[in-house]
Structures are given as C-alpha cells and as structure tokens.
C-alpha cells in the first residue's frame, strides 16, 4: 500500500482550469464513494481550494504509469471535462506525494510561502475524509504526520515570520511604536478599498476607535459603517482638527498634491505634545511630503516603504525554503522506515 | 582554599560577563532576531558569582560592602546586572542583557584594578546603619540609572531603525519603543528617588571635624548628579522634551557618572 497525489495547483493551472475542476464540498464523499468502489484507491481525501485541487490517496496498486492514467481519466470524466489536459494534472507516488503532502500542510507550495490558511483548509478535508470514513491506517499516519511537520516548520524556522502584505506591514509598524494599539486611535484619510483593508487590519490587531474623513461625507459615513462600533467621521475640512487625539494616521485619498506637509504638521505635532505619530501614506501619488519625516516623533511609511518590507519578508521566507526542505525530507525518509518495518 | 578569595569570584563573574558580551555582539550582528535564553544564563551565572563575591566579602567585614572604591563599583554594577536579569522576565526584554553586558563587562575590569581595593581592618571606618543605608541606597541609584540607561540605548537603537525605515526594526525581538521609553522614564525616576533617600541620610551623618559638607568633591557631584537626572525628567515629563533626546541624555550622564565615579572619590576627604 503506497500513499499517492493526483491534482492541479496555482503552480500548473490557470484559475480557469482549477475552477473547472474543483470539488463542492457536499460532492467530494461521493467522489471518493465512486473513486474506491472502482478499485482504484482504498483510501482517499479530496483537497479542494482556490488554489488547488488535490487527491491524496492510498492505494494497493502498483503507483505506475497505467495506474495514473486511470485515476486522471475518473478525474477528467467526473468533472465532464472534454479540453486537452497536459502537464496542468500532476501525479506524485512515494516518496515524492509524501513530501508534497507535507510541504503542503506548512504552505511551502502555496501562493504566499508560509501561509496558514492552506494547514485549517487541509485538516477539514482530512476531518471530512475520516468522518465519512475514507482514511485508513495509512493515510491516517501520513496526515497526522504532516499537521505535526507543519506545527514543527512553524516553530522551528522563520518561514511564517512577518508582514507579507502592505497592510499586515503597516500593523507591524503600528505594534513596533506603540504598545497597545486598543489605547490608540486611527485616522483613515480616504474612504476608499485600500484604506479600509489597512483599517481592518488594524481592528484585527486591537484598534478600537477609528475617525474616517473623506471629501464625500457620504462615503466616509458608509466606511464608518463598515468598520462598525467605535468608529466616527469628521467632516473633510476639519481632519486636522483630530490630529491633537489620534495616534495613526492611514492616508489614501486620490488627490494630486500632498494633503499633509512640515509646515501643516508642526504646530500640530506641538499640539500633541511630541507624542509619537505613524503615518502611513497608501496613496499614489502621496499624500503626505516626505519632508514630514524629518520631524522629531514623526514616523512616515509608503507604499514603496511598506512593500519594500513585506518583500525582503517574502525573500527571507524564500531563504527558509532550504531548511524546511530539509526537515520534510528527514521527516518523510522517517516515516517512510516506519512504515517498511511494518 | 584560603587563596580563594571573594575578588576571585568577580573575576569568574567579570569573565562570565565578558563571554555574554561577545555572545552580544552576535546577538548585535543577527539584528536580535531569536528569543534569545543563552545570554541570560550566561549574565544569570555572572550575576551568582558576583553575589558570592559579595556576600564573602560582606561575611568577613560583618557590614555592607560598600567601604572603596572596588566595592562601591560592584556593588553598583551587582545591582545593574541584577536589575537586568529581573527585567529581561518581561515579554521582548530578554535583550535587555545584551545592552547590559558590555557595560558589566568594562566596568567589572576597571573595578579589578588593585589600587581600587586596598586592604582595610575588620572594622572599616566606614560603618554603621545610616552609613549604609546611605552608600546602598546611592549605589543602587546608580544602578537603576546604568538599567536606564540600557533602556534609553534600546530605545534609540529601535527609533533610530524605525525612523530610516530599516526591516531590522520589525525583525528584532525588541519592545515597543512606547514601552522602552516608559521602561526607561521609570527606572530614571527609581533612581531618582534612591539617590534622593540616600543624599538625605548621607545629609544626617556626623560631620567629620565640622566641615560644611559642600566643601567636599564627591557632595558637590553627587548635588550636581541630583539637579541633573531632575532636569532630565522634570524636562521629559512636563515640558515635552523628546524621548530620543531624553535617552540620548540618559545615557549621557550615566557614561559621565562613570567616568566621574572614581577620580571625585579620589578628591573626597569624607569618601576616600
């Protein structure tokens, strides 16, 4: 009995492809219904996300050429696909399906290397799979393996570590200065996409009281809305005005010409007694003159600031991939021996 | 093991603090990226020894150790390392030891030197309750003021990545530099306050032949010493001096009280 991979993921198929051949959730148990009453396979689970579609299975048959080109053809014809299918369909046995189930499990084969969506995601298609009884003892050792690889991955190397995205880089930022950002309140200038991600990043880590201001009041009140409890709006003309109680300011407004500059911002920095200020300037072209920064307190990130950071974040993640590698290779050759004792 | 003696145990504590300075200095290069436990073991067994040096001495004069200069300095610097390792409990401050270490390690040299401790009775002159409590008491200010001072030299190595946008500033294992500054304002004011008790009892001492006590060097710079760290804070806390100008002060006059500690001991007819 070999543990073996079947699927297509963001590395070998476009969206189109992956949509066309992704798995309901209330169809994936009749799937694996049909797929082992063929013979095919005796265990199996079916992975199922945006970004890829996956078959791990157990099977007592020889993981050949002949046995792939039997489980693509279920595959092809379960999704009543009739394109040409090439390399877009992968197909692992051991000890290489093991290895991609558990580089997988750490998010070393997502989009964004270190994600842990994908490990939750993985674990309720294994759940699914052993509720409605699909696993066995092999395939049962094989995930249970892999989620401890992934915790042990976490741990162990630096491959979750850090802001991947301009906006998880600027809450960073914000819990670098400040201890406590619930004690803290945020200025959204702009009510636009871009704002409101950064404010509910910021929500997520703690902020509780947000002021919005937007040229269109009705904007900056639907923007309040959104954001929920605790967060006010101040008419356009008066936003400086807050500066004397706010602590973070994100600025993404659509304007041609800086909206904050040295001379706006120092008497109001007297104002507020030299406390510290992050200013976060999304917008393109800027908001705010750079020549801000040269203020004593004054702490000015940009979009190229705060993507600057979230890459060297993404590289250092690339530098881990080595010594994760590592650590599933030993782990796999591990249970590999494991199970030949047996 | 008679030869064994407690400047013995310094010397074991002086070298453990020296190896958790160069262990520093990679923890410097690395950007204190890790949690980092081995510097405070290490500064943790310095700190043992020191107290067993301490406590041998103290054991034979029957008193605080606090009668020279090679006992006044480690003393100040037991309390520092002290300090330091109760400090590096709290969450992201485990680097406290790193900033701490080179200055136990240059100090503990200096306090080595021979002429710093030269051999006294079993009944130093320098006795009795207020006597003590006045020497601790200072020397301990001093130590909260050297922590301050590793506080502020955190606080500006953090700013100071934050300010020119380095990654470095996210990737270290450091506090925020909100909770450096408050960490740094409040040990400045701890030092304050024991540098105040202790002038004070030192104030109550019997005058030695009359003479007005700001006629002696070591009074007129620890006064001095006094009007500074006020102004410091008085300056921080009510008129808004900048946190970066106030630790860049801290760690300023510490390095002068240093610097200082020695040669105005050396001028004082009361303290030498």
Redo the contacts between chains.
């Keep these: 009995m070999s543990v073996v991979v079947i699927g297509l993921s963001h590395r070998s198929a476009p969206v189109e492809l992956r949509e066309r051949f992704a798995f309901a959730e209330s169809k994936i148990p009749d799937a694996l219904n049909q797929l082992r009453e063929s013979g095919l396979i005796t265990e199996g689970v079916v992975l199922s996300t945006c970004n890829r579609v996956e078959i791990y299975a157990a099977t007592a048959l020889a993981p050949d050429d002949r046995f792939f080109a039997r489980v693509k053809k279920f595959f092809v014809e379960h999704h009543a696909y009739d394109g040409e299918l090439g390399d877009e369909l992968y197909t692992f046995a051991e000890p290489h399906s093991l290895q991609h189930l558990f580089k997988v499990a750490a998010g070393l084969d997502s989009m964004v290397i270190g994600e842990t969506e994908i490990f939750g995601q993985l674990k309720k298609a294994y759940d699914l799979a052993f509720s409605r009884k699909h696993t066995g003892a092999r395939l049962n050792k094989a995930f249970q393996r892999a989620f401890n690889v992934a915790k042990h991955i976490r741990t162990e190397t ?1 491959i979750q570590r ?2 991947v995205s301009v906006m998880s ?1 600027a809450v ?2 914000a ?5 406590n950002l619930a004690e803290h309140e945020v200025l959204v200038i702009g009510a636009g996409e871009t704002s409101e991600k950064t404010a509910r990043a910021l929500q997520s880590r703690g902020v509780k009281k947000i002021t919005v201001t937007n040229r269109s009041s009705e904007r900056a009140t639907a923007l309040a809305a959104e954001l929920g409890q605790g967060t006010l709006t101040v008419p356009w003309d008066q936003w400086p005005e807050v500066f004397e109680r706010i602590d973070i300011a994100v600025s993404s407004t659509a304007a041609t010409t800086h909206i904050l500059d040295r001379a706006k911002l120092e008497p109001l920095m007297r104002r507020r ?2 406390r ?1 200020l992050l200013l976060v300037d999304i917008a393109v072209p800027r908001d705010i003159n750079p020549a801000v ?1 040269e203020l ?2 004054v ?1 000015l ?1 940009n979009v190229d ?1 705060l993507k ?2 979230a890459d ?2 993404l590289m ?1 993640r690339h530098i881990e991939l080595d010594r994760c590698n590592q650590i599933i290779a030993e782990k796999v050759t591990a249970l590999m021996m494991q199970q030949n004792l047996r | 093991m008679a030869w064994f003696t407690d400047r013995h145990l310094f010397f074991l504590a002086v070298l453990f603090y020296g190896s958790a300075t160069v262990y520093s200095v990679f923890l410097w290069r690395k950007g204190f ?1 890790r949690d980092d436990w081995t510097n405070y073991l290490l500064l943790a067994a310095g700190v043992a020894l020191h107290t067993g040096a301490m406590l041998q001495r103290g054991l034979t004069l029957h008193s605080c150790p606090v009668n020279n200069l090679y006992e006044a300095t480690t003393f100040l610097l037991w309390a520092l390392g002290l300090a330091s390792l109760v400090y590096a409990l709290l969450p992201k401050f485990k680097f406290i030891c790193a900033f701490a270490a080179p200055v136990l390690f240059t100090v503990g040299v200096f306090a080595l030197m021979p002429s710093l401790d030269p051999p006294h009775g079993l009944k130093p002159e320098f006795s009795g309750a207020l006597r003590s409590l006045h020497a601790a008491t200072i020397l301990q200010a001093y130590g909260a003021f050297g922590l301050a001072a590793v506080g502020a030299a955190m606080f500006l190595a ?1 700013q100071h990545d ?2 020119v ?1 380095k ?1 470095r ?3 270290s294992f450091l ?5 450096l500054e ?1 960490i740094t304002t409040r040990l400045t004011v701890v030092g304050f306050v024991l540098l105040t008790v202790g002038l004070t009892a030192g104030a109550w001492l019997p005058r030695k032949d009359g003479a007005p006590y700001f006629a002696d060097t070591k009074v007129v710079w620890s006064a001095l010493l006094w009007l500074v760290y006020l102004e410091q804070l008085v300056a921080h806390k009510f008129f ?1 001096r ?3 100008q106030f630790a860049a002060g801290v760690i300023i006059v510490f390095a002068l009280l240093l610097l200082t500690f020695g040669i105005t001991n050396h001028f004082s007819a009361l303290h030498n």
């Design positions: 630096n850090g802001s880089a960073e930022l819990e670098k200065i400040f201890t007694k030299n510290p920064s004593e307190n702490y990130y600031d600057a950071i060297e974040y250092l | 990226r953090q934050l300010k946008r990654l500033a996210l990737l506090p925020s530099i909100q909770r408050a808004n900048p946190a970066r």
